[in-house]
């Protein structure tokens, strides 16, 4: 009788362990964790409402970026006029400016990013996969590309082909993939080496399978953490190339382009250099804690 | 017999994210010198973790209380310097792998010589002459030349050698051995055995060894403690608890695994089911659902350690009614 | 027991290695396994033993085409697999299959149960409906002692031995008529061990499997393998029915290694007599000249330094590579 109870019991917990046959995969686990990060959960609470003030900003305030008016030049931020962020030296609204440079640098650093992620992910992961000469002829030649000046690069693309903000994206994306691919590589060598491919092409799955199933699944977590902080970086690039003029033109803003204005102007009107300023630290901040969140989140040592 | 290393109530915990779990529960033993002792256990039965904690080398969210008296002193009480001095000179450990107690930029001669100049208040001479007596008697070859050597330079049979050397070397009270043989292959294996007995009978230390091998603890241990879900459900002398175990997990872990000394044609008798999930360890015994003899009160009310013979202890329900 | 499905003709693995330095860089060859053969009756299961560093599990995966051989043959069902295309060899790979040491990194961490073990059925067979996989996904689960119902959950989620299950059914699926098992249960507790073997030695009686068993542990190759074979830096030492080669190993190294086993008796293991060998296993990038055993052969003798013994193969098919075991 009381084996049959304890048999029951065992039973009882073997039901149990059936009613909670959905397992959870490591993304739920890395998602949980991500959620219980307070300064990555407060990084993208901002980062959103910037995102979204960069859209609906503009539309709020009455004035566009071409209103040009003679008797609000140098306007101190005031809840009067609307003109909240106060005016620049030729009478624009800073309200209008600063999200309509966040629209210019937000974007910026996102599609940069996404060209370095194409490019980075696939010339890495091939130059990862295939190994060997073919691994080493990619990887100096990425070598060779490192060594080239950024600024270099971006001056003689701009004497070429002249000032263009798409150039801009090009100009960044085409230096940034080099790190990726490298990140990339050397995530793509360790996975390889992990006895589950091993075992898929012990099992007869095609190289496109194992690639798409085993190998890029298992690489993308450090590349998302490295998109995150990429992000930044590459905002940060576009401010010091409008900085320097080689940038964004106007009538076009971009925060690196107000921060350039306002810097000239900053004993007289110094809220045109701390407004636009202040978002770009914020929106930095944002990307940083939102980067080391999943860095926490998605990093195996957890496991 | 004098105690080197007494253990009483031990209980070691971890904070995790999910609460804190027990590793080692209301642990009690002591280790007399001359005595060799075994500890056995599968993974997360706590038989690392208890030593690791008596020697304050846990990881740190961890936390023990109980005591853990060497000689007479509380090593869990003792401040971090005493405990420094303590360590690699009375009390010495070898882990599973060496290669990362040895220091990789010092040559291993002046690695051994220092323990001596250190705690021993040697001269260099006199330490050099020591290190060699004792690399000779472990008929080590090419001795001059392999003093000379980086720890790299090593194999892991030969780091384990070296840190036998060291506690030959120190003559500790107590020596720790952490699975000294399981990364190393049999031949090897063989070779650091016999190093071991030739330490049994040549020093008076108190030797600890950590190990899932029954094959290693018959031939080195007297007296054998079987760890399960972080207790001790067997104690006694090492005949004994080979020719008559009495807990049902030792009676089973002696049972499942092949010999080379039995030819069976036969599926092995295989203890069924998972080994315990601390996390969420049952109300009663933890061996309750892979015991074949379990009965309703093992599932619902934990056996106490008891004493069955002077030197017998075994904690389990089913041996109080026999 | 009589056909072999496998036969491996003087096999051999170099591995190519750079050394010395920037001025006079060479290329040397690692001979991983250095002429090795052996049949594989269908049905059988053949253990191979040795130390780390022996080639074991470069010669399973070198049979299995999954490291390309530098010379010699190995005959699947009569055909030499190493002269397939990479395509022809993969459509073949449903025969053979393979068990790994580790079973939590054999098993892709992003992947649930059944994604784990369909991969292998809808690789070899793309036209395979959904429930034909499904129903066999939870017949093979059945089958190697998991429920059915854990299909949907990740590998971290259970325990070392269920995981070793996992990549069992991940081989089994198939149907293999082949299995090379790599150290499959080095990795897991004792108890748990048991388990495994048991389940291993079911499945290869049940499905008439051939096993090629890798491991370093003499006494699980002894109570699950029909045939042993003892490797040693790459090359065959001996090779023989079980029985007679724990009865009576000729070899020196098999002695040497049977005797090295502990025995959880003490009374026997503290009075046998134990033949311990001096130093190291030698580097395989430069084995020693002749018998690569001599340098901890305790039996070495001038013409072991000088030649290398041939392999002798006995009246009962027994082979064994030593220049002395008449006398020993």
Redesign the interface.
Same mark, same amino acid.
Do not use: C, W
């Given at each position: 009788m009381t084996l049959f109870q304890a048999q029951s019991e065992s039973q009882l917990q073997l039901m149990d362990a059936a009613a909670r046959l959905k397992g959870r995969s490591l993304w739920q686990d890395a998602a949980e964790r991500f959620s219980k990060n307070k300064a990555a959960m407060g990084g993208v609470i901002v980062l959103g409402l910037i995102a979204i003030m960069s859209i609906v900003g503009p539309m709020i305030s009455p004035y566009t970026l071409e209103d040009l008016s003679w008797e609000s030049i140098g306007i101190a931020p005031t809840m009067e006029n609307s003109h909240w962020f106060g005016t620049d030296d030729t009478g624009r609204d800073m309200w209008v400016l600063t999200w309509m440079g966040a629209r210019v640098s937000l974007t910026i650093g996102v599609m940069t990013t996404f060209i370095a992620l194409l490019i980075g992910v696939a010339y890495g992961a091939t130059a990862g996969y295939v190994g060997g000469r073919t691994d080493n002829l990619m990887m100096r030649f990425v070598d060779v590309l490192y060594a080239l000046p950024l600024l270099f690069f971006i001056i003689i693309l701009v004497t070429v082909f002249g000032r263009n903000i798409y150039l801009v994206f090009v100009a960044i994306g085409c230096v940034e993939w080099l790190t990726m691919a490298r990140i990339v590589r050397g995530q793509t060598l360790s996975v390889k080496r992990k006895e589950y491919i091993e075992a898929a092409l012990a099992s007869g799955v095609r190289t496109n399978t194992i690639i798409r199933r085993h190998v890029i699944p298992n690489v993308i977590g450090p590349v998302i953490v490295y998109v995150t902080l990429l992000v930044p970086t590459n905002i940060l690039v576009e401010s010091y190339l409008s900085f320097l003029g080689l940038g964004v033109q106007e009538p076009l803003t971009s925060w690196g382009v107000l921060i350039s204005r306002g810097a000239n102007a900053l004993e007289t009107a110094p809220w045109l250099l701390l407004i636009p300023a202040t978002f770009l630290a914020i929106t930095m901040f944002c990307f940083n804690f939102i980067g080391d969140g999943l860095r926490d989140a998605l990093d195996p040592k957890d496991r | 017999m004098e105690t080197v290393l007494a253990l009483q109530h031990l209980t070691v915990r971890f904070d995790t994210k999910d609460g804190s779990v027990a590793a080692v529960n209301d642990l009690s033993l002591s280790v007399g010198r001359g005595e060799c002792i075994g500890i056995v256990g599968e993974s997360g039965s706590g038989k690392s973790q208890t030593f690791l904690a008596s020697m304050g080398l846990l990881a740190g969210n961890g936390k023990a209380t109980g005591r853990a008296l060497f000689r007479g002193h509380d090593l869990l009480k003792m401040n971090r310097d005493h405990l420094d001095k303590l360590r690699g000179n009375r009390v010495c450990m070898i882990f599973q792998d060496s290669g990362t107690s040895l220091t990789p930029h010092m040559r291993i001669g002046d690695q051994l010589m220092e323990i001596l100049i250190a705690h021993k208040g040697h001269t260099p001479d006199v330490a050099r002459k020591r290190v060699l007596e004792v690399m000779e008697s472990m008929r080590i070859p090419d001795i001059e030349k392999r003093l000379t050597q980086y720890p790299h330079e090593f194999s892991g049979g030969m780091r384990q050698r070296v840190m036998i050397a060291m506690a030959l070397l120190c003559e500790p009270d107590l020596l720790i051995a952490d699975e000294p043989t399981t990364a190393l292959d049999v031949t090897v294996q063989a070779q650091i055995l016999n190093l071991f007995r030739a330490l049994k009978a040549h020093t008076k230390s108190a030797i600890v060894l950590i190990t899932h091998d029954l094959g290693v603890v018959a031939g080195l241990c007297d007296r054998v403690v079987v760890m399960y879900g972080g207790r001790m459900v067997e104690e006694g002398p090492v005949a004994d608890i080979f020719a008559t175990p009495k807990h049902p997990y030792t009676q089973g872990l002696l049972r499942c695994m092949p010999r080379l000394d039995q030819l069976l044609d036969a599926d092995l008798d295989a203890i069924p089911g998972q080994p315990p999930n601390l996390e969420n360890l049952p109300k009663g015994c933890a061996f309750a659902e892979r015991c074949s003899q379990a009965n309703e009160r093992c599932t619902t009310e934990r056996p106490v350690l008891r004493e069955l013979s002077p030197t017998r202890r075994a904690a389990c329900h089913l041996l109080e009614a026999a | 027991m009589s056909t072999p499905v496998l036969k491996v003709e003087n096999l051999k693995v170099h591995f190519p290695i750079k050394s010395g330095g920037f001025l006079n860089a060479r290329t040397l060859p690692l001979k991983a396994v250095d002429g090795v053969s052996f049949n594989v009756d269908a049905g059988e299961c053949l253990g191979v033993v040795g130390?780390?560093g022996c080639g074991k599990s470069t010669l399973g995966?070198a049979v299995?085409q999954?490291i390309k051989p530098t010379a010699g043959k190995v005959v699947w069902m009569g055909e030499n697999l190493c002269d397939l295309s990479h395509e022809t060899m993969?459509?073949?790979?449903?025969d053979?299959?393979?068990v790994?040491q580790?079973p939590l990194?054999?098993?892709?961490?992003?992947?649930? $149960?059944a994604e784990i073990i369909r991969?292998?059925l809808y %690789?070899?067979d793309a036209s395979m409906t959904r429930e034909e996989a499904d129903t066999r996904i939870a017949a093979i689960m059945t089958a190697v002692g998991l429920?059915p119902?854990?299909?949907?959950?990740?590998p971290?989620?259970f325990?070392g031995?269920?995981c070793q299950r996992i %990549?069992i059914a991940?081989a089994m699926v198939?149907r293999p008529k082949l299995i090379v098992c790599d150290e499959p249960v080095s990795a897991l507790?004792?108890?748990?061990? %048991?388990?495994i073997?048991?389940l291993l030695?079911?499945l290869q009686k049940e499905y008439g499997l051939s096993l090629i068993f890798i491991s370093?542990d003499?006494?699980?190759v002894?109570?699950?393998c029909h045939r042993v074979m003892v490797l040693y830096l790459g090359r065959m030492m001996e090779m023989a029915d079980r029985?007679s080669l724990?009865a009576k190993p000729l070899h020196p190294y098999t002695q %040497?290694?049977?005797?090295? $086993?502990?025995? =959880?008796? =003490?009374?026997?293991?503290?009075t046998k007599e134990?033949v311990?060998?001096?130093?190291?296993?030698p580097s395989p990038m430069n084995p020693p000249s002749g018998c690569v055993f001599r340098t901890?052969c305790p039996k070495a003798t001038p013409v072991c330094i000088k030649d290398a013994p041939a392999i002798e193969t006995l009246d009962n098919g027994r082979q064994i590579a030593c220049h002395h075991w008449r006398t020993l």
């Open positions: - | - | 130390e780390s995966r299995l999954l993969r459509q073949k790979r449903s053979l299959q393979l790994f580790d990194s054999s098993l892709n961490p992003r992947l649930t $149960v991969e292998p %690789a070899t429920l119902e854990m299909r949907n959950r990740y971290h989620e325990s031995g269920q %990549a991940r198939l507790d004792v108890s748990i061990q %048991a388990q073997i048991n030695r079911r370093h003499l006494s699980v002894r109570h699950l029985d724990f %040497a290694l049977i005797s090295a $086993v502990p025995i =959880p008796d =003490p009374a026997k293991e503290r134990a311990i060998l001096s130093g190291d296993l901890r």
